[in-house]
């Protein structure tokens, strides 16, 4: 199950392309986060692109795999990653944020076909993610999907959060009832970057220890380099054969990766790159960091 | 007089919550979609029939009524029907916000079942005393609000709601009251219909939930004294019954409302903010007016408040004198 090296460089290529339509639609928008989804763009990308049993063509597919977004201030990276999979034209990610746009500053459900859930308010996506999770177990037997069963329930649901999120009772509560109710059909995956709106997150709330903590609610525990494509694959292929337990993994992330300029600084959580800005660091993204000329976008 | 389907009976009482229970059995044997959440308060919210019945389809939450509607979320976005069941000031009152984005902007059939709403929760005092839970949910997109008058109109309106795709709020009492339904009466979600009518009424009361019974009281006792009152029930305020408000006022041209609940943001103002856009008649509102609860009992409660039916009378007395 391990990635060929000319899966991880396509996951690679994948990933900075991804990274440079959000730069692209956050200018083109004038407003929304850009730490985020930059430091989340090799996970979306291991999703969507190797992890995921799903048809862009076909959103509603009932055995399709459920990702809930619970953070739904990132947003900007999963539309960019659904554009570049085939849910809808690439062009469109410019009309983010703007009147009339499927594309809303933070998801709605019913705005753009494969979406699963509206989030924003933080700390309600695992609760979500352990509804549809339990609601899949119990019809397991009947989903007729090969291999699902009550014990081995088919298709997984995935449930993307923030660290700073964590701050909030309501996760907490879901923890609880996810571990209570053994759904070994849900796999948590924290964006592990250490930074919230007002600071880092052990000046603010601190959240460490974090994975004992999970421990204690009767999850298994994976903690990973958020941008390893190999880290990420194997830990999710770890997580669906664990059946006694949900699973989280502790992506330990950097804010803003792919920019230095920005990277870990949490003061980039919810503002976009100016023009000039934006034009630098994509010319930057288009070079891969300048090892290379041009770039295949060219 | 008296709607011909409807009976007055003070002899076997029964709560609204218990209709509920009632009709959720009923609801799950017919829709295997359906399922129960509740948060630590199965006998009291009455869904322990269903978890008996259905114990595959029942799910203990705990005292966290966060998650239990977003859980409730994620269960109908899959494909499921879920009841959750908690006291009203929790369930909506802790939990609002998850309502409004994971319930209402997600669009998906979550039936929040708030118990022991109102003052006749009786001796738990205002902490248990739900009086603004109307509101906040009427207030809500894609929501549906329901506000039953007696144990049986509540199972009704429990079956109702259980067949339609969209969220909805059913508010319930703890306090046994009289029957003022029977098996006869139907129930159609939206509608509002006259409990007790005169030919030549002087005045409306617009009223739901355990208030309909005081008000039909009302209405009999000043009738004897040449005063013509019209009731009625208007057990869902949202979608709101327009056409029977603006004709109520036309015909007599006064209105009385009548709710367990704060005068603002209830069933009042939402009566108020129809015939202010479509026909501006004097009104009167009966209900609590900017005040919490405290222990008593019911009948001690609606006397002080001034929700019982001598109240009503009185209310009746003042808008037919503005009515001039």
Redesign the interface.
Known sequence: MSLTDVQLKNLETKANDIRMSILEMLVAAGSGHTAGPMGMADIFTALYFHILNHDPKNPEWVNRDRLILSNGHIVPVRYATMAHAGYFPVTELNTLRKFGSRLQGHPERHALPGLENTSGPLGSGLSQASGIALGLRMDANSLKLSGASALFPKPHVYCLMSDGELDEGNSWEAIMFAGNRKLSNLTAIIDRNNIQIDGMTEDIMPLEPLADKWRAFNWHVIEIDGHNFTDIIDAVNQAKAIIEKPTVIIAHTIPGKGITEIEGDYKWHGVPPSKDQAEAWLKGLRTLGGKIEGGHLD | MLYKTLKLNTEDQKATRDGFGVGLVEAGKSDERI?ALTADLKESTRVEAFAQEFP??F?E??V?E??LV???????????V?FVTSYATFSPGRNL??IR??VC???VPVKIIGCHAGLTVGPDGATHQALEDIAIMRVLPNMTVVVPCDTEEARKATLTLAMTNKPAYLRLGRDKTPSITTSETSFELGKGYYAFETDSADVTIIACGALVYNAIIAAEELGSQGINVDVINMHTIKPLDRDIIISAAKKTGAIVTAEEHQITGGLGSAVAEVLAEEYPVPIEFIGVRNQFGQSGTPAELMKFYKLDSESIKGAIHDVLRRKG
């Open positions: 399922v595959d389809r799910f939450m705990g966290a966060q998650n977003t859980v409730a979320s994620g269960l109908a976005n899959y494909g499921k879920p916000e998850q984005t994971t902007i997600n669009d």
